[in-house]
């Protein structure tokens, strides 16, 4: 149980671009879903975090113009990375909890590594 | 500001070996903290750890909290090449989130 799927995996872009990454949680209902960034030899740094039906709450210093969150449902997330530059690219992680606030165990996705050219 | 540091950052140690692995933390209003192993995809949940002195184990892993002094441990005894990944270890705090430390990066040679 407590399955979380992204897509896509891995994506290729051009510059100025806008790229579409979806998390869903595949067998238990996410009220609370979060957004990870992680560059190479570093650790997960938390962009945003986003619970059902509402605005996504993002950390400092993460644009909320240029990384889009849309939770519409307790089962999906989305991050749109728009006019991605090259020093978007990174790995875009998302996670999702059963509880509010994230209070409870977060359940991680796969991964999407974005590169932008 | 909430911390969470990781030592040591690098390890390389043979089969057979035993390793511990350390977290520390300040972070106000603590709820849990976290392990994951983390092999090139997203990280793998090891163990959540609430309460001080209370050791979790699965296989050859286990992991205790002290809430006093305000760290953790992560041990893997008979490490095997499989266990090669970075090790994070993260903590909870009461808004809800999760802050990661920095990672330890343990390579098990043959």
């Known amino acids: 149980g407590a399955v979380v799927s992204q897509h896509p995996s891995w994506v290729i872009c051009k510059s100025g671009t806008s790229v579409k990454i979806e998390c869903r949680s595949l067998?238990?209902?996410?009220?609370?879903m979060f957004w990870y960034r992680q560059f190479p030899k570093q650790s997960l740094m938390l962009m945003a975090t986003?619970?059902?039906?509402?605005?996504?709450?993002?950390e400092q210093g993460v644009e909320k113009d240029k990384f889009l969150i849309n939770h519409a449902s307790l089962t999906l997330s989305t991050l749109t990375v728009t006019s991605a530059h090259p020093e978007d690219s990174s790995f875009y992680i998302c996670?999702?909890?059963?509880?509010?606030?994230?209070?409870?165990?977060?359940?991680f996705g796969p991964g999407t590594r974005l590169t932008v050219t | 500001e909430d911390k969470v540091v990781q030592s040591p950052l690098s390890l390389v140690v043979h089969e057979g070996d035993t390793v511990t692995l350390n977290c520390s933390y300040e972070v106000t209003n603590f709820r849990s903290l976290l392990w994951y192993k983390q092999e090139k995809k997203a990280p793998t949940f090891l163990f959540m750890l609430?309460?001080?002195?209370i050791e979790k184990k699965s296989g050859r892993l286990s992991s205790i909290l002290d809430k006093k002094e305000l760290f953790s441990i992560l041990n893997i005894t008979a490490t095997q090449t499989g266990d090669s990944a970075v090790y994070l270890c993260a903590v909870h705090n009461q808004g809800g989130k999760l802050i990661f430390g920095q990672g330890t990066e343990l390579s098990v040679k043959p």
């Open positions: 067998d238990f209902q996410a009220t609370t």
């Open positions: 609430t309460s001080s002195g």
């Open positions: 986003s619970n059902e039906g509402s605005k996504a709450t993002y």
């Open positions: 996670s999702a909890s059963t509880g509010t606030s994230g209070a409870y165990e977060q359940y």
